[in-house]
């Protein structure tokens, strides 16, 4: 992995993607799980790492202009910090069509797990994709995608989103 400041901002592969952990979550193997995963899919990835403040994320998706945000946690906090992340990332005109992803294990309790991913969908997540989901739904999700080459129209929902902000 390379501090963002170091990373190099080439266009290639079928996906440029953007692949962190949450402020409150240090685990790196599953940061590292998913960046293989996708490198072996062929996307390129710049993983921003473990511990990652909501501004930070927010701004190396400005810099990079991914074709996905795939956000991982595995310390059972994840529903707690995604919703200010998702939030910070809709606030910005740049990442308004931004395909953004969050998977892993997001709460600590065993119950309300439809209820947790329906809201980080309502927030702004396109898929939520929680502990014990096979990975073949996240790997079709990304095979969904179009490239974007940085040229990105915004997802129906992030439309009406900056058009209800707007009014």
Same mark, same amino acid.
């Given at each position: 992995?390379?501090?963002v400041?170091?990373? &190099?901002?080439? @266009?290639?592969?079928?996906?440029?993607?953007v692949? %962190?952990?949450l402020?409150?979550?240090?685990?790196?193997w $599953? #940061?590292?799980?998913?960046?293989? #995963?996708?490198?072996?899919? *062929?996307? %390129?990835?710049?993983? #921003?790492?473990?511990?990652?403040p909501?501004? /930070?994320? =927010?701004?190396?998706?400005?810099?990079?202009?991914?074709?996905?945000?795939?956000?991982?946690?595995v $310390?059972?906090?994840?529903?707690n910090d !995604?919703?200010?992340?998702? /939030?910070?990332v809709?606030?910005?005109?740049?990442l308004?069509?931004?395909?953004?992803?969050?998977?892993?294990?997001?709460g600590?309790?065993?119950? *309300?797990?439809?209820?947790?991913? &329906? /809201?980080?969908? @309502? !927030?702004?997540?396109? !898929?939520v994709?929680?502990?014990? =989901?096979?990975?073949?739904?996240? /790997?079709?999700?990304?095979?969904?995608?179009?490239?974007?080459?940085?040229?990105? %129209?915004?997802?129906? @929902?992030?439309? !009406?989103? &900056?058009?209800?902000? &707007?009014?």
């Amino acid at each position: 992995m390379k501090p963002v400041e170091w990373a &190099a901002r080439p @266009r290639s592969g079928p996906l440029d993607v953007v692949v %962190t952990g949450l402020p409150s979550d240090a685990h790196t193997w $599953n #940061l590292v799980f998913i960046q293989l #995963l996708l490198e072996d899919l *062929g996307h %390129t990835v710049v993983n #921003l790492g473990p511990c990652i403040p909501r501004d /930070e994320i =927010v701004e190396s998706c400005c810099k990079f202009q991914p074709d996905l945000l795939v956000v991982s946690s595995v $310390n059972g906090h994840g529903f707690n910090d !995604a919703g200010p992340l998702i /939030e910070a990332v809709r606030s910005r005109w740049e990442l308004a069509g931004l395909p953004a992803v969050i998977g892993g294990k997001l709460g600590v309790s065993g119950g *309300g797990r439809q209820e947790q991913a &329906a /809201e980080l969908m @309502r !927030a702004g997540f396109d !898929a939520v994709f929680q502990e014990g =989901v096979d990975f073949a739904a996240f /790997e079709s999700f990304v095979g969904s995608l179009p490239r974007t080459s940085g040229d990105r %129209t915004p997802l129906p @929902r992030a439309r !009406a989103l &900056a058009e209800e902000v &707007a009014r």
